[in-house]
């Protein structure tokens, strides 16, 4: 169910939508509906049909791989059998995912499951690796890399959801302001983040969270005022970064 989305869902429809992991069926979202982002931001072969292409469980699931590839290597088995990592993962996943501490940056290979498909300098290198992200504005063509820059570290779980199947929100976003069923709570509640430290985990989706979404924006096209609190709980925008992730653990 988590990897089968409504129709309606494919492509960039606008606002909010389902995300998934092209398992059953393509996202539709090229690099151009994903805000002109950078091809080379996947890694081989996921850079060859960005929008049109599927893939299997047992990219993702199988027995432990190199750094920034799923391929078995040796004798090591092809197939979901077993990992030394958790859930019968090709590479680690866990609140640490990302890397890096103030003034110590990540390093690259590095064996984060992410990072088999996406490129980490990319994503969690301050420069971006010269690569643009659907995560963008038109002032800035990757705001992975400008967060890892003004944060110091990054942490992919702050604002994308722990299993990455499917989800109900795009881009597999966490987003506090609205947390539902899925955690056990009645509706759509907001999480109290108001200081660094606050972070939420509730399993199996929630581990470290911190993003809260006002307004989501179409790729390309995020602004500061997309995020904050509804309730205004540590403030919106610029001033809601830095109260509640200018040092997140
Ligand atoms: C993009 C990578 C990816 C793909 C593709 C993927 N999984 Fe997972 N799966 C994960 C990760 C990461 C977790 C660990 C979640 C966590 O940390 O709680 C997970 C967890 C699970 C779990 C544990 C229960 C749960 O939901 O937490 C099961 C079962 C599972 N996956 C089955 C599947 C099946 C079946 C498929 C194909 C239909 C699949 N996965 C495809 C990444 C993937
Ligand atoms: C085995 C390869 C693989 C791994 C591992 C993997 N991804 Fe992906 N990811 C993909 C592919 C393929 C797509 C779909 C690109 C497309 O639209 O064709 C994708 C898409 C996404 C999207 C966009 C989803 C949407 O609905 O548009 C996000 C966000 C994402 N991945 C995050 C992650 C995170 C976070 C991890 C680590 C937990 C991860 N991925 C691990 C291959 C992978
Ligand atoms: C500060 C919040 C934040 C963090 C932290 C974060 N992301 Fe994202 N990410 C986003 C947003 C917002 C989008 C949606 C962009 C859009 O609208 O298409 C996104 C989209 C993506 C996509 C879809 C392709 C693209 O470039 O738009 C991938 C893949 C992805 N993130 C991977 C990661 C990985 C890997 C990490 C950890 C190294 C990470 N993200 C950390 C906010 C974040």
Redesign the pocket.
């Known amino acids: 169910m988590e990897f089968q989305p409504p129709l309606v869902d494919r492509g960039e429809p606008g606002g909010n939508h389902r995300?998934?992991?092209?398992v059953i069926d393509?996202?539709g979202?090229t690099t151009v509906e994903r805000g002109n982002m950078s091809t080379a931001a996947?890694i081989a072969p996921?850079n060859n049909?960005?929008?049109?292409?599927t893939?299997y469980c047992s990219?993702?699931h199988g027995s432990n791989t190199a750094p920034n590839s799923?391929v078995p290597s040796g004798t090591r088995p092809w197939g979901p059998h077993g990992s030394e990592n958790n859930f019968i993962l090709?590479?680690q996943?866990n609140a640490a995912?990302g890397g890096g501490t103030r003034d110590v940056p990540a390093t690259d290979p590095n064996n984060g499951?992410?990072f088999?498909?996406?490129d980490f300098r990319t994503y969690a290198d301050r420069n971006g690796n010269g690569n643009a992200s659907g995560f963008s504005s038109v002032d800035d063509n990757n705001l992975h890399a400008f967060h890892a820059d003004r944060i110091e570290s990054m942490r992919?779980s702050w604002c994308?959801v722990a299993v990455?199947h499917g989800w109900k929100n795009?881009?597999?976003l966490v987003n506090l302001n609205d947390v539902g069923a899925e955690a056990g709570l009645i509706g759509s509640t907001e999480i109290s983040i108001t200081q660094d430290n606050d972070v939420y985990n509730q399993g199996p989706y929630y581990l470290n969270a911190k993003l809260k979404v006002i307004t989501f924006a179409t790729s390309g096209n995020w602004i500061e005022t997309n995020c904050g609190s509804t309730s205004n709980q540590g403030g919106t925008g610029r001033d809601w970064m830095r109260n509640v992730c200018t040092n997140p653990p």
């Open positions: 995300s998934w992991h092209p393509s996202t979202r996947f996921w049909a960005v929008g049109s292409q893939m990219d993702c799923v090709k590479g996943w995912t499951l992410c088999k498909c996406h992919c994308h990455p795009k881009a597999l």
